[in-house]
């Protein structure tokens, strides 16, 4: 399959987009805040058709679009009471202005079905050339906040007081996951970007592996992820979102079984060590 | 004569637009292990924000170790109080070495001289065999016990303790101060430990530091716990009795002030 030129590309394309979606799904999922990432996209959407009818490519609008809510989601914080409620209802008006500007396109069905569930196999070479930009730059960015992004997340109040400027890191945060959502939103569609971001990156959380190891294992899982979502696409020609969300599923079940395995298998070890002491006490 | 180890003279606080402590002056020489006592609401999380840094003084002058206030000042050990588990699944020691240095930009990675500060830290707690487990397995003392060891990370010489017996039972309480005192002592730290109960701390605190209605009245434990003293604080009567070797500090109207374990559910007047 990888004779073909745009299979090529969209290995490329996955692999710049998941791995950047499994570390900012990894703090994303750390800290509570998917649904944060999925209201993102659905603003995203409404950006990406805007982008459309005025003659801009739809990732220029997803970006713009997502990375504007995602500012302004964390300029908010904690202080908006009932958070939950304005961000659905954002996100509702988001999907709602979304299908008005799909109602002036005159191809909007193929449009729209692109931006729902994603079109990996039409990506360009030169979207491609934004793909990495945007990946590198995220990267860049995640790996110059990780540390005390993870120390705030954790332990907000020892954060604040050990001088980390917690209300930055939740806004420039969140700009990450906006960024990283449009990127996603490309592959697997607006209404899947649970599949790439999330679903990994909780996965790997599972395991209870030391936060540097689970960001990069989140990074690989996702590409796994993607890639294994491609060639069974290829196999089956069945969509590749469909693919990744099974795997998805798949991954997250048997992290929990490792999981479970593990502690099962630790507190055998602690038993058999406290059942040794016994006899040495005898 | 040593520099206190704080002193705060004629500070105000304000939390969210009300004053919580107005006008308070005390001064804590180092070394010392004071007990922060007072209702729910009577300004001790307040005080301890105020110490960091993290509520500016409306007034007055705030002095830590001789040099005025400021954010991130690595000298101060604070512990927050026990607060919703976030990240329950990575274990113990990660979730302590993400404090190590965790205000400085880069990637979430301790050098070989962090691995061995957080080990230092487990150690002096006893908490090494906890660090391998999830922290989410963990029992609520066990869990205290971890961020006892985070706030030892940078070698303080000022612990603020914020309710660090909370949720513990009653034998577990007195462990806890006693671990905590000793440590204390043998690095020659001056401690600020909240609490609702002061029976936990008898004979361990060489002051007591008791808030109510906005103000501050520190001193020695026999000074400060009796029914004149905290009659004059709170403006009300209020009787501190002792029995079966405890103090009790109750309300007329028949409510605990410090409420025992927090069991008793007197009301609390405040």
Redesign the interface.
């Given at each position: 399959m990888l004779e073909y030129d745009f299979m090529r590309t969209a290995f490329l394309a996955a692999f710049l987009v998941a791995v950047v979606c499994g570390p900012v799904g990894w703090f994303l999922v750390l800290r509570g805040q998917t649904f944060a990432s999925h209201a993102l996209s659905h603003v995203g959407f409404a950006g990406a058709t805007g982008a459309l009818l005025i003659g801009l490519s739809p990732l220029t609008g997803l970006t713009a679009g997502a990375l504007g809510a995602g500012v302004l989601m964390g300029l908010a914080g904690d202080r908006v009471a009932g958070r939950d409620v304005m961000i659905g209802l954002v996100l509702s008006v988001a999907m709602g202005a979304g299908a008005l500007f799909l109602h002036f396109l005159t191809h909007s069905a193929s449009a729209a079905t692109a931006l729902l569930f994603g079109d990996i196999l039409g990506i360009s070479s030169s979207m491609l050339g934004w793909l990495a930009i945007l990946s590198g730059g995220c990267l860049l960015a995640l790996g110059g906040m990780a540390r005390p992004l993870l120390f705030a997340s954790l332990q907000p109040e020892l954060a604040e007081a050990k001088g980390v400027r917690t209300a930055l890191l939740d806004v420039l945060f969140l700009a990450l996951v906006a960024i990283a959502t449009a990127e996603c939103a490309q592959i697997t569609g607006v209404l899947l970007v649970f599949t790439l971001m999330v679903a990994p990156a909780a996965a790997i959380l599972r395991l209870g592996l030391p936060p540097f190891v689970g960001l990069l294992a989140a990074a690989g899982l996702a590409v796994v992820e993607a890639w294994g979502g491609l060639m069974l696409s290829w196999q089956t020609d069945y969509p590749t979102s469909f693919w990744i969300a099974v795997l998805g599923g798949v991954g997250f079940l048997l992290a929990g079984l490792v999981a479970s395995w593990l502690n099962g298998h630790a507190q055998q070890a602690a038993s058999d060590q406290a059942g040794a002491l016994d006899m040495n006490d005898l | 004569m040593s520099i206190p180890a704080l002193d705060l003279s004629h500070v105000t606080l304000t939390r969210g637009g009300q004053t919580v402590l107005k006008d308070i002056s005390f001064s804590v020489p180092p070394g010392s292990f004071v007990g922060v006592l007072g209702a729910n609401g009577a300004g001790k999380t307040t005080l301890f924000r105020g110490l960091?840094g993290?509520e500016p003084a409306q007034g007055g002058v705030i002095c830590v170790n001789g040099a005025s206030v400021r954010?991130?000042n690595?000298s101060?050990g604070?512990?927050?109080?026990m607060?919703k588990l976030?990240?329950g699944?990575?274990?113990g020691?990660?979730?302590v070495?993400?404090?190590r240095?965790?205000?400085?930009?880069?990637?979430?990675?301790c050098g070989a001289k962090g691995r061995k500060s957080v080990q230092a830290a487990l150690e002096a707690v006893d908490a090494l065999d906890l660090a391998r487990?999830?922290v989410a397995?963990l029992s609520g003392g066990q869990r205290q016990r971890l961020l006892l060891a985070?706030a030892l990370l940078d070698d303080p010489t000022l612990l603020l303790l914020d309710e660090p017996l909370a949720s513990l039972d009653p034998a577990r309480m007195r462990e806890t101060a006693l671990r905590i005192h000793t440590l204390a002592r043998s690095r020659g730290m001056t401690v600020l430990m909240s609490a609702h109960d002061i029976n936990p701390l008898l004979g361990l605190m060489d002051h007591v530091l008791y808030l109510a209605r906005g103000k501050a009245l520190l001193g020695k434990v026999e000074d400060v716990l009796t029914t004149e003293a905290l009659t004059a604080l709170y403006g009300a009567p209020v009787d501190v009795v002792r029995a079966g070797g405890r103090v009790f500090v109750v309300a007329e109207g028949g409510g605990a002030i410090l409420q025992p374990h927090e069991c008793l559910g007197g009301h609390t007047h405040a």
């Open positions: - | 960091l993290l954010r991130g690595r101060i604070y512990m927050p109080q607060r976030i990240g699944q990575l274990s020691w990660s979730m070495a993400a404090a240095r965790g205000e400085c930009w880069g990637l979430p990675w487990k999830p397995t985070q």
